[in-house]
């Protein structure tokens, strides 16, 4: 979404971050225009191509599962859910990198589905120091440069994991025995004993995501956690 009257764009998952912001503030109803629109997209399957800031569809899928998440309003569930539910599924074991697999498992359990094929996908992408290698999740369009970040791809797939797998809680720490904790990997557990275990050394990471998003425009002084791609 740009504000220049010589660049009439509008991304469709910018607007639907818009929107979930309004809907989080109870003002949802001022952008009804725009929630006819963003369904019409899902509805005729328009975003499996991307958008031109955002490559996959997952994206697309994520960000509107994120809406159903942040408001209880019923009349946009009963129009969002089912459509949705419906969309992720089609979706259901088609190739996709580490970050694109997690956001259609986190997508997939706003609406009830248990993506376990594509979580048994991801799984074995786990890196053997517990995080997962970085993918990338937006384009500058004028550049061609790609943008990622390591740490977001780790904790979206931690996420995944505990979305179909909850943690139970611990009192003494997850020590299993038999395992080295720092080498343990994706490959040799079930999705349960990596929660137990690689969980927990990742916590770092997840919690400090928010810290790792924001884009620096000065391309010479890009902070070292941020990765470009240029294409």
Excluded at 150 to 177: D, M, S, V
Aim: net charge negative.
């Amino acid at each position: 979404m740009y504000f220049d009257a010589e660049q009439p764009y509008i991304d469709p998952i910018t607007s639907l971050n818009v929107l979930t912001l309004f809907y989080s503030r109870g003002r949802g109803h001022q952008l009804a225009n725009t929630l006819d629109w963003l369904l019409g997209l899902l509805e005729h399957r328009a975003y499996l191509d991307g958008t031109r800031s955002y490559e996959t569809p997952e994206c697309f899928l994520f960000f509107a599962a994120r809406l159903l998440r942040i408001t209880h309003d019923a009349p946009l569930h009963a129009r969002l859910t089912p459509l949705l539910h419906a969309r992720i599924l089609e979706r259901a074991g088609c190739p996709g990198d580490a970050l694109a697999l997690a956001m259609r498992v986190l997508a997939g359990a706003a609406v009830d589905l248990r993506m376990e094929r594509d979580l048994e996908a991801l799984l074995p992408l786990q890196c053997e120091d517990g995080g997962w290698e970085l993918s990338w999740l937006y384009k500058l369009h004028t550049s061609g440069d790609k943008i990622g970040n390591r740490g977001l791809t780790t904790a979206l797939a931690l996420n995944a994991i505990t979305a179909l797998h909850p943690q139970p809680p611990q009192e003494n720490g997850p020590q299993e025995k038999g395992y080295d904790t720092q080498l343990v990997t994706a490959q040799t557990l079930s999705p349960q004993m990596q929660v137990n275990t690689v969980l927990p050394q990742l916590a770092a990471t997840a919690a400090s995501v928010a810290s790792l998003l924001p884009i620096v425009p000065n391309r010479r002084n890009r902070p070292p956690w941020f990765q470009v791609c240029n294409v």
